[in-house]
């Protein structure tokens, strides 16, 4: 390996928390002192921020770096802006009106001659108040087509995460002390559904959810809080024969889950294809 | 823990001189080590970055008297081995925060900020975008605009396009990014301060 790629890759594992303590002071310190370091980091934390946003940085290291990027509004900002920029480019703003472009009229207008100036200044009035609403309009478009975006953006991410942790060949046991089970029995009219209050720190939620039928080949879940527009979907589950019994295993971050009362729909899909809605689920979380 | 130590302009003055005998040179390299510190402390995952840049600028205003005449090396080494002191003390405070941030759920991690910040933020970015010449701007969408394969094709063609290599044009793109982040910082300060 080349002395250009060690470097990269000891300045990513800097980046990701990877490096012990020595080793970390040493590439601070060459960050604050040498500017060709510094370029090097910098366009390091770029180039793992597109990562982090494409999907393609994951595993372990995808949580480092949610370790790292979720704590300071610093570098929370630079990954909005990451992402905004990569919104905008996905929605061709390459075409974004220029400041000399608007002005156009502000230097037609002098030219106009006087009787006709104040037939036109009536007009022009009209005009301008529709373009003035026009604008409001637009902007208030543009507005919520930002937040539509980043909402848009912030699900698809989610459920990545969600599909990435339940996927059935990269599943792989977890330590108990990071996992809560839960095993829940359908909603019916005697049951409440459980209660959970997950620990603090980082770990994971897994629930067993127990089908009254299991005739489907593979089934998805999706996880909705009462009150809110949020809604998940996790394909691709199986049946599984687990100490509880045969049931579905999903897995969600606790860091995911807010106070709150969560439903869960169970859907299977039967071997011609058709997707039906098997059981209907429920748990409330409490902090 | 934080010390309020005065920041008066001879402090800042003898800061200045001693970082570099060209007061507009000074300037620029106290910005960067300003930024730099920043950066220092937001991967150390200590909350209030930018407090503690300011502080560690602080205490070395408040020595540069004392030690100009003895202390040999760079300047920004001083900066760091003061900014060390303070990352192992934001170290001691820090399990309580981690605790608290990971306590939060996904909505309030990648919107942490309130909704006007977010606003402000995007039209920072639209306004900042507009500022870059139409080349650059141009290569800037060029650059984040396809994803896997798709991508790395298209680099390589705006590479050979440009005559340039690969590495090349990630220099170029990074030197856009800087110059709209500054854009940003700036354009953010001021929206705040309306």
Not at chain 1, 13 to 28: A, G, I, M, P, S
Not at chain 1, 245 to 271: D, F, M, S, W
Not at chain 2, 155 to 177: F, H, P, T, W
Request: glycine share 4%; aromatic share 6%; net charge neutral.
């Amino acid at each position: 390996m080349s002395e250009a790629s060690n470097d990269k890759v000891r300045i990513r594992r800097f980046l990701l928390e990877d490096l012990d303590e020595e080793e970390r002071e040493r590439v601070e310190e060459l960050f604050l002192t040498d500017s060709d370091t510094r370029d090097l980091v910098l366009m390091a934390e770029d180039e793992l921020i597109e990562e982090y946003l494409e999907g393609s940085l994951q595993g372990v290291d995808r949580e480092k770096f949610r370790g790292v990027f979720v704590a300071t509004p610093q570098l929370r900002r630079k990954v909005r802006i990451a992402q905004s920029l990569r919104s905008l480019t996905k929605a061709d703003g390459s075409h974004l009106p220029t400041v000399a472009e608007s002005s156009t009229q502000d230097r037609i207008t002098p030219l106009l001659s006087k009787p006709f100036k104040s037939w036109t200044r009536r007009n022009l009035l009209v005009y301008a108040s529709a373009a003035a609403a026009i604008l409001v309009v637009l902007t208030v478009g543009v507005f919520w087509y930002a937040d539509y975006r980043r909402e848009q953006a912030r699900r698809l991410t989610v459920e990545r995460e969600l599909a990435e942790l339940n996927d059935p060949s990269r599943r792989s046991e977890l330590p108990s002390d990071q996992v809560l089970s839960v095993v829940l029995s359908p909603v019916s009219a005697r049951s409440t559904g459980s209660s959970i209050t997950p620990r603090a720190t980082d770990g994971i939620l897994e629930l067993l959810l127990l089908p009254e039928i299991a005739k489907a080949e593979t089934y998805s879940v999706l996880i909705q809080r009462a009150g809110s527009d949020d809604e998940f979907a996790v394909p691709n589950l199986r049946l599984e024969d687990l100490p509880a019994g045969k049931a579905i295993r999903v897995r969600i971050p606790t860091r995911l889950l807010n106070r709150g009362l969560y439903r869960l729909r169970l859907n299977g899909v039967t071997p011609d294809g058709r997707e039906v809605e098997i059981n209907e689920y429920s748990f409330e979380v409490f902090r | 823990m934080k010390t309020d130590l005065g920041f008066t302009k001879e402090k800042f003055d003898g800061l200045l001189a001693w970082l570099d005998s060209n007061r507009e040179v000074a300037g620029r390299k106290y910005e960067e080590i300003r930024s730099s510190l920043i950066k220092i402390f937001a991967w150390r995952k200590c909350g209030d970055a930018e407090g503690l840049a300011d502080e560690t600028i602080n205490i070395v205003a408040h020595k540069v008297a004392h030690i100009k005449d003895t202390y040999e090396g760079k300047p920004k080494i001083y900066f760091y081995g003061v900014a060390r002191k303070l990352i192992k003390e934001c170290n001691k405070s820090r399990t309580l925060t981690i605790a608290l941030e990971e306590a939060k759920s996904y909505d309030t991690w990648i919107d942490d900020e309130s909704k006007e910040d977010l606003e402000r933020e995007d039209v920072c970015l639209r306004h900042c975008l507009e500022q870059l010449s139409l080349p650059n701007r141009k290569l800037i969408f060029e650059y984040h605009e396809k994803e896997g394969q798709a991508k790395i094709d298209l680099r390589k063609e705006m590479a050979q396009r440009l005559g340039i290599d690969l590495n090349a044009l990630r220099v170029r793109m990074y030197r856009i990014r800087t110059t709209l982040g500054k854009c940003i910082d700036r354009c953010m300060k001021l929206q705040q301060e309306k």
